[in-house]
């Protein structure tokens, strides 16, 4: 296929919503980029190697590592599974987390921290093992050791 390429990164592209809230509803303007030093598609093995620098951008959110695997179906091509390692970075609006690893699960909208993992809010911060986001659901399990800092604002109880 001449233009493989091209259908991967357009399949990565019309899943924009992969880590946005919002499913089945995508704006027009709604995109997700992906750059890196280098891309590597092997259709047999039904995925595709961003290597060096890579910054995914996507509604909601902005992802950061020295390598990223997406996975695919061989059925019709769709995003079954993202997968970066080495160092992970996540900005979304108010939160941002970093870990070794970092795999989202498309079919499970589920997001998995692991390699000394951390989740900050502010000044609120929540380590452990693994850290698991279940998005659908609004909630996240945290296996092996866990700490969870919470900072109380002083301030609250002036402002009622």
Do not use: C, W
Not at 27 to 43: A, G, H, I, N
Not at 98 to 108: F, P
């Amino acid at each position: 296929m001449k233009n493989t390429p091209s259908l991967l990164l357009s399949l990565i592209l019309a899943h924009g919503s992969l880590f946005s809230a919002e499913k089945e509803k995508e704006k027009p303007e709604t995109q997700t980029t992906v750059t890196s030093e280098q891309f590597k598609l092997d259709m047999g093995r039904h995925e595709g190697l961003f290597v060096g620098n890579v910054v995914l951008t996507a509604p909601g959110l902005k992802l950061r590592a020295p390598e990223m695997t997406v996975v695919f179906n061989e059925k019709d091509s769709k995003v079954e599974r993202l997968v970066a390692k080495g160092g992970v970075e996540i900005e979304q609006p108010e939160k941002t987390g970093k870990a070794t690893q970092v795999d989202y699960i498309v079919a499970e909208d589920k997001i998995v921290l692991s390699g000394s993992p951390e989740i900050n809010q502010g000044k609120n911060k929540i380590t452990g093992n693994t850290i698991t986001i279940y998005r659908k659901d609004n909630r996240m399990d945290i296996d092996g050791r866990s700490r969870v800092l919470i900072f109380e604002d002083l301030n609250s109880d002036k402002k009622k």
